[in-house]
T-cell receptor, first 114, second 112 residues
Framework: DSGVTQTPKHLITATGQRVTLRCSPRSGDLSVYWYQQSLDQGLQFLIQYYNGEERAKGNILERFSAQQFPDLHSELNLSSLELGDSALYFC?????????????FGPGTRLTVL | SQELEQSPQSLIVQEGKNLTINCTSSKTLYGLYWYKQKYGEGLIFLMMLQKGGEEKSHEKITAKLDEKKQQSSLHITASQPSHAGIYLCGADTRNYGQNFVFGPGTRLSVLP
C-alpha cells in the first residue's frame, strides 16, 4: 500500500459526458502527479501540482483539467469524453516539487467510455 | 513518440535464471527511475539513478546508469516468480520539453 488513494476504482460512462477522478496523496507529500496509461500510448504524464499550484504540464488535453485543494487532495476533470479516453488514470505523490525523486503511485482509476 | 526505448519488449525466463532489461535515451538523462507494475495496478518505485556510472542494488535487482547518462540496465539475478510484472524506466527529461516520460515497459514472465 503506497498511501496514495484514488476514487473511484472503476468508472463507466458514455461519450460526451464529464467525470471527476479524485486523489489523496500520502501524508506529508506536497506534489501530486496525474498520468494516463493506455495500451497504445503507454504511461503518459499529464500534469503536476505542488502545494496547490500547477507546477508542470505534460500531454494533457484541453478537455481535461485538474486542481489541487488546500488539503492537498487533487481532482482530475475529464469532459466531452471520447472513446479514446478510456484508460487507467494514475495519481502519484512525492514530497518535493522537483521532478527528481521517488513518486508513490495510487492503485488507479479505470475509466471506460462507451 | 517514445523518447525512452526499452528492450526487450517482453521476456520469459525460467525461475533461477538471470536477466537484463535495457532502457535507452537519445538525450542525456537528468534522473533515471525504474518502476515495477503488476498488471492493472499502480507502479512501485524500485530505484533512482542520477550520476553517470552509478549503480544501485536492492535484493536481487541491480540497476546501472552509463557514463554518458543515456542508457540504463536493470539486472535481476536468480529470478523468482515474484519478479514477474512490467518493468518501466522513467526519466526526468527537462530537455525533451516535457517533464517526466516513461518507456513502453518490458513484460517479464518467470516460469516456475
Amino acid at each position: 500500500d503506497s498511501g496514495v488513494t484514488q476514487t473511484p476504482k472503476h468508472l463507466i460512462t458514455a461519450t460526451g459526458q464529464r467525470v471527476t477522478l479524485r486523489c489523496s496523496p500520502r501524508s506529508g507529500d506536497l506534489s501530486v502527479y496525474w498520468y494516463q496509461q493506455s495500451l497504445d500510448q503507454g504511461l503518459q504524464f499529464l500534469i503536476q501540482y505542488y502545494n496547490g499550484e500547477e507546477r508542470a504540464k505534460g500531454n494533457i488535453l484541453e478537455r481535461f483539467s485538474a486542481q489541487q485543494f488546500p488539503d492537498l487532495h487533487s481532482e482530475l476533470n475529464l469532459s466531452s469524453l471520447e472513446l479514446g479516453d478510456s484508460a487507467l488514470y494514475f495519481c502519484a505523490s512525492s514530497v518535493t516539487g522537483s521532478r527528481a525523486g521517488e513518486q508513490f503511485f495510487g492503485p488507479g482509476t479505470r475509466l471506460t467510455v462507451l | 513518440s517514445q523518447e525512452l526505448e526499452q528492450s526487450p519488449q517482453s521476456l520469459i525466463v525460467q525461475e533461477g535464471k538471470n536477466l537484463t532489461i535495457n532502457c535507452t535515451s537519445s538525450k542525456t538523462l537528468y534522473g533515471l527511475y525504474w518502476y515495477k507494475q503488476k498488471y492493472g495496478e499502480g507502479l512501485i518505485f524500485l530505484m533512482m539513478l542520477q550520476k553517470g556510472g552509478e549503480e544501485k542494488s536492492h535484493e536481487k535487482i541491480t540497476a546501472k546508469l552509463d557514463e554518458k547518462k543515456q542508457q540504463s540496465s536493470l539486472h535481476i539475478t536468480a529470478s523468482q516468480p515474484s519478479h514477474a510484472g512490467i518493468y518501466l524506466c522513467g526519466a526526468d527529461t527537462r530537455n525533451y520539453g516535457q517533464n517526466f516520460v516513461f518507456g513502453p515497459g518490458t513484460r517479464l514472465s518467470v516460469l516456475p
